[in-house]
C-alpha cells in the first residue's frame, strides 16, 4: 500500500458501544449471531460466524511486539470481539501510527483486508488515512494514521455544544466526504461521535471508514441512508449535548423516555433554526417529513446540497478584551508622605476639596489680552497650513507619476505599505473528488522556491476543458481577522498562459462548492509570477487559488508533457 508521512488518529473506537439508533444492539465479545438495526426502518444483515470468532486463535501479543519488523506495539486501545487495536510506532518512518490486528483464521479477516484495501485507494485527506493492510504470519493487521493533534468529537461535546459555525463546520465537512466516499462505493456505518475528530486547525476529520464495520461484521441494506442518520445524529448531538435517542450514549445523555424525537430547538434554548430543522431532515429520513414540509435527506450528497443551499453561517467575532482599568498611584490617591500611627498604618486622607477653576479675564484689559491672543493663533495657522501645502506640492512634482505596487497615500503625504501575512495551513481544494498531489502542499510556503506543488498534464489547454477538469486550486488559512490585498505566486512554468483566481472561503474544506465563494480578484499572465491584487479587501480567514489555464510545458522526471503548472512559493500581503 502507498504510504503517507503525515501523522495520526486513534483506531478502534473503544468508548461509546452503543449504537446510532435507540434499536440497534451491542456487539457481544463473541460476535455470536449478533443482528444489529443501525437505522430506523433499516436493518443489519445478521452474521452467520455463531461462536466463529470464539475459536478464532487468540492474539498473543503484548507491549513491545513488532510486525513486519518495523510496527513496534505501544498500548493496547480495544480488544474486542476476536480482534485488538493499538497504538503502535513506525521504526522505519520514527512515526505514531494506529494498528487494528486480527487472527488470518478469524471470519471477518478477509472483509477487513478487503475493506482496507478498498478505503485505502480512496486517498480522501477528510479521512484518516489507511497506510498499510497485509496478511502474515497467521495475522492480519491493519496499519492507519495517527492525528496526536486532533480531538475526538466525544471530548469536544464533554465541555458543551457547539457554536453555531462550528456545528455548520462540521455538518458540512462530513456530509461532503460521506457523499464522496460513496461515490466510490464505500460506507462507514459506524458514524459516531468517537469516529469524528477536530483538528486544531478546526478540520474534521472521519476515521474507521469500512474498517470499522468490517471489524464489528456489519452490513445494511441502504448503507446510505445509514450513514446520513448518522450525521444527522452527530449534528443534534453537537446542537443539544444530548444523544438524539432514549439510551445514553458516547457520554451524553439521551432524551426523555416516552417523548419521542423531538426538534434540537425544543430541546435547548438558543439552536440555530436552520441547523436544527437539517438536523431532523437527515435523521427522520424514512419517507417522514421533516419541519416545515422540507423533504427528507436520505443520502450523504442529499444532506451536503441541503447544507450548500442554507445561508452561510459566519463565525463569531473575536471577543475583545479590554486593557486593565487605569489605576492610580499611592501618590494620586493623597497617601503619600502622611505619617503612619504606631500601629503602622497610614491614615487615610481626607477627601479634598473641590476648588473652583480661577475666574475668566473679565476686565477690559483682559478682553483685549484674548483676541490679541486668538488673532496670532490663527495667523500662525494659516502661514503653517500654506507652507505644508506648498512643501507637498513640491514634492509631488518630483515624483514619479506611479507609485509602487503595495503602497498607497494615506492623505497625509505619508505612504502606507502592506504586510506580509503568515499562512496558517493549506490543503489542495478539489470540489471534483479528483486530486492532483495534496502531500506537495506545505511546499507553496516553505520559503524554499526549490520546492514545488505540481498539477497533473492535461491534454486539452490552456484553459481547462471543463467536462473533464474545471480546474485545480490551493485553499490557505491566513487566521482570523485579516484582509488579504494581494496573493503573489511564483510559478514553474511560463507561456500562454496561466490564469488564477482568488476566492474568499469559509474554510480549509476541499470540497466546499466554489459558487458559495466570494471572488476577490483574478490574474491572467504568461510568465513565472502571477499576481492578484484585491481592489476591495474584506475579512477573509479562508482563501482559495482557482486555477483554471495553464501553459503547455515538455515533460520531466516528475511528469508527462502537456498543460500543466507548478507553484513554487506562495506570499500574501493585508
Same mark, same amino acid.
Given at each position: ?151 475526538? /468529537?466525544? $471530548?469536544? !461535546? ?7 459555525? =462550528? %456545528? &455548520?463546520? @462540521? ?63 452527530? /449534528?443534534? $448531538?453537537? !446542537? ?7 439510551? =445514553? %450514549? &458516547?457520554? @451524553? ?65 473575536? $471577543? ?255
Amino acid at each position: 500500500m502507498a504510504e503517507r508521512s503525515t501523522a495520526a488518529v486513534d483506531v478502534a473506537d473503544s468508548g461509546g458501544e452503543e449504537p446510532l439508533t435507540a434499536e440497534a444492539g451491542k456487539a457481544t465479545a463473541d460476535g455470536a449471531g449478533t443482528k444489529q438495526k443501525v437505522g430506523k426502518g433499516t436493518e443489519a444483515a445478521v452474521t452467520d460466524d455463531t461462536g466463529a470468532a470464539a475459536e478464532a486463535n487468540p492474539l498473543e501479543l503484548h507491549s513491545g511486539h513488532k510486525l513486519a519488523r518495523r510496527y513496534r506495539l505501544e498500548e493496547c486501545v480495544t480488544r474486542l470481539d476476536g480482534f485488538s487495536s493499538w497504538r503502535a510506532v513506525d521504526e522505519k518512518l520514527r512515526r505514531a501510527v494506529g494498528v487494528h490486528v486480527v487472527p488470518a483464521d478469524h471470519p471477518r479477516a478477509r472483509s477487513v483486508l478487503a475493506a482496507a484495501r478498498s478505503a485505502a485507494l480512496l486517498g480522501d485527506p477528510r479521512f484518516v488515512q489507511v497506510l498499510d493492510a497485509v496478511e502474515e504470519n497467521d495475522l492480519v493487521y491493519v496499519v492507519h494514521e495517527w492525528l496526536p493533534d486532533a480531538t475526538e /468529537l466525544t $471530548a469536544v !461535546l464533554a465541555a458543551g455544544p457547539l457554536e453555531p459555525h =462550528d %456545528a &455548520y463546520q @462540521l455538518v458540512s465537512q462530513v456530509s461532503q466526504a460521506m457523499a464522496a466516499a460513496h461515490r466510490e462505493g464505500l460506507a462507514h456505518l459506524r458514524l459516531n461521535p468517537g469516529s469524528v475528530l477536530r483538528t486544531e486547525s478546526g478540520q474534521y476529520r472521519i476515521r474507521g471508514l469500512a474498517v470499522m464495520a468490517a471489524l464489528r461484521g456489519i452490513s445494511v441494506d441502504h448503507p446510505q441512508r445509514t450513514d446520513t442518520e448518522a450525521i444527522g445524529a452527530l /449534528l443534534y $448531538a453537537a !446542537l443539544t449535548q444530548r444523544w438524539p435517542y432514549e439510551a =445514553d %450514549a &458516547y457520554g @451524553l445523555s439521551g432524551l426523555p423516555k416516552g417523548v419521542g424525537l423531538i426538534a434540537p430547538d425544543q430541546v435547548r434554548a438558543g439552536v440555530h433554526r436552520g441547523l436544527s430543522e437539517l438536523a431532523m431532515r437527515a435523521l427522520v429520513n424514512d419517507g417522514a417529513t421533516a419541519s416545515r414540509q422540507d423533504q427528507p435527506c436520505t443520502t450523504p450528497e442529499e444532506l451536503a446540497k441541503a447544507v450548500a443551499a442554507m445561508p452561510r453561517i459566519r463565525p463569531p467575532e473575536p $471577543a475583545f478584551t479590554p486593557s486593565p482599568a487605569y489605576q492610580r498611584t499611592t501618590y494620586q490617591q493623597g497617601v503619600y508622605g502622611q505619617q503612619a500611627n504606631r500601629g503602622g498604618t497610614a491614615h487615610p486622607a481626607p477627601p479634598a476639596a473641590s476648588v473652583p477653576p480661577p475666574p475668566p479675564l473679565q476686565s477690559r484689559t483682559g478682553k483685549a489680552l484674548k483676541w490679541t491672543v486668538s488673532a496670532l493663533l490663527i495667523a500662525a495657522l494659516g502661514l503653517g497650513s500654506w507652507q505644508l501645502a506648498d512643501t507637498l506640492l513640491k514634492e509631488e512634482n518630483k515624483s514619479s507619476p506611479g507609485k509602487s505596487t503595495g503602497e498607497k497615500d494615506d492623505g497625509k503625504g505619508a505612504k502606507v505599505g502592506s504586510k506580509p501575512m503568515k499562512i496558517q495551513g493549506a490543503a489542495e481544494y478539489y470540489p471534483d473528488g479528483n486530486p492532483q498531489h495534496t502531500n506537495q502542499v506545505p511546499l507553496t510556503y516553505d520559503d524554499d522556491p526549490d520546492t514545488v506543488w505540481r498539477s497533473k498534464s492535461y491534454d486539452e489547454g490552456p484553459d481547462l476543458n471543463p467536462v473533464f477538469k474545471k480546474g485545480v486550486g490551493l485553499v490557505y488559512d491566513l487566521g482570523a481577522g485579516h484582509k488579504p490585498k494581494t496573493a503573489t505566486l511564483g510559478l514553474k512554468y511560463g507561456g500562454d498562459h496561466t490564469t488564477v483566481s482568488l476566492y474568499a472561503a469559509d474554510s480549509l474544506s476541499s470540497s466546499a462548492p466554489l459558487s458559495s465563494m466570494r471572488k476577490l480578484a483574478t490574474t491572467t499572465t504568461s510568465g513565472t509570477t502571477a499576481k492578484l491584487t484585491v481592489n476591495r479587501p474584506e475579512s477573509a480567514r479562508y482563501v482559495v487559488l482557482w486555477m483554471t489555464a495553464m501553459p503547455q510545458a515538455p515533460g520531466d522526471t516528475y511528469s508527462d508533457p502537456g498543460y500543466k503548472q507548478a507553484i513554487t512559493e506562495v506570499k500574501f500581503t493585508g
